[in-house]
């Protein structure tokens, strides 16, 4: 490893140890990045010195900024977190919708070498408590709108900055230079910590470095998506999530091009914006390609080009509906945050309908069983992966669940054909994938438990036409409690205010008794798809 720039070494000091490392495509990782490397400088100061800084940078609700425009604000809010306290390897947090302060925001903190913990507006006081305490966050920022959940937050001993509404840090910030001199970053300092619910519902913060933001730029997007300057991207995943961190931030701002940021947009607003602007590139989950056909208006797609689907499984009808109604081959992909985005993919006359792709190039994957031996071509097992990035969790000891003899075991069930194509086959965990959100099964029971009706409870997956997945809860009630409709409501009203909104059960089953094993153990794969 390189000489860190970070004055506050908790995150390399928190590193797993190398040996439990993934094997890294070194031979990739040489040839792109040299030894000092800033990614906020990367996709600022070198896009504009090759791109030009009057080139549109985001379209927003806060209107339409340069990249100069985003340049000079970025400058200002890292000479003022400076001056805050904030130095070279203190963990900030941001909580905020898909806007140009996020943005911004983040951008500085990578630019004064900072670790950026992304958070999202929905999530609640006992899900950020739990960030806070494993990423042991000093700073926070949060915008105006969402103060309410952070304010309950009690593990927070640090200090917090609001953006927008009374004592506004871009407004603070406002007598701040617009010139800034970033911090000289190691390209393996830890930039980010994205964070991962995990099958029991407890946070994992998976670690990545300066390069690894690239990476994914100079992997998945340079040789699957290919897109251009001239491109307009949009996409409804929160940036907080590294599926929405890549396609609203990192691959236009790597290449020169625009991004249209939602705060929050239904199907039908989606492609209302998309004819508005012209979107060209498109990311979003297969649910919301099946809502927006549900709208009818194909002609409201008409500037896109390129549409990648991720987050969860994209079934071959969805595929071929949206083909049949645009003409635009869907990219497939599959990524983690552990990986930090899509490493299996394939585009344009490469895409078979109903298969998630080969390996990217710089990646290689296989299917293996439980002993870990390569499975025969057909046959269904476990995924692995490897390539530039790789899984490292912040002092977590699933370090070692996860990296495997030098591979990453994603969780997924694939099988592989003749021709090298992955096909999804189902999750290995208790992990429930819906609406292109992770949501862990355990952590919705926990939330149902606490409700004064409920003795026991399992949660499933079950599969939808609309949502892919659904989340099914099975309920004991407690002696002498009613079961209806009104109950219902009320539980899912629950879970609501309990954690973030969708995770809530959206089907909810009242049994006598759950099936176990002899030992007591649940078994939730009993329960799918009951009548």
Known sequence: MF??????????????????WPWLNQEFIDSHYPERLNASVELLDKTISKFGADRRAII???????????????CQVSNFLISQGVQPGNRVLLRGPNNASTVILWLAVLRIGAVAVTTIALQRAIELEKIVKAA??????IDHRYTEEWDAVTEFKGKTFIYGGENDLFALADNEPTTHVPCDTASDDVAILAFTSGSTGVPKATM???RDILAIQDTFATEILKANSDDLFAGTPPIAFTFGLGGSVIFPFRIGASTLLLEGATPPVLLEKIAEHKVSVLFTAPTAYRAMLKVNKPELAASLRRCVSAGEHLPEATWNA??????????????????????ISA??????????????????????????????????????VRGPTGVRYLHDERQKVYAVN??????????????????????ADDMIISSGYNIAAPEVENALLTHAAVSEVAVVGEEDPERGVLVVAYVVLNAGVISDEVLVKEM????????????????????ASLPKTTTGKLQRFRLKNQE
């Open 3 to 20: 000489k860190s720039a970070h004055v506050d070494t908790y995150c390399r000091e928190n590193l797993p140890p190398i040996e439990q």
């Open 208 to 210: 990545h470095f300066h």
């Open 60 to 74: 927003a609700a806060e209107g339409e900024f340069t990249y100069q425009d985003i340049l000079n604000r970025t």
């Open 406 to 427: 030098g591979w990453n075991v994603t969780g997924d069930l694939y099988l592989q054909d003749k021709n090298g194509y992955f096909k999804y086959q189902s999750r």
């Open 136 to 141: 042991e966050v000093q700073f926070a920022v």
């Open 347 to 384: 585009s344009d006359d490469e895409i078979v309908p109903g298969m998630t792709g080969k390996a990217v190039p710089g990646y290689e994957a296989m299917v293996v069983d439980n002993d870990f031996k390569q499975v025969p071509t057909g046959e269904i097992g476990f995924l692995a």
């Open 492 to 511: 899912q009203d629950w879970v609501k205010v309990k954690i973030a909104p969708f995770k809530y059960p959206r089907r909810i089953n009242f049994v």
């Open 322 to 343: 949206w083909h049949d109604a645009t003409g635009i081959k869907l990219i497939d992909g599959i990524g983690s945050t552990e990986m930090l985005h899509i490493f």
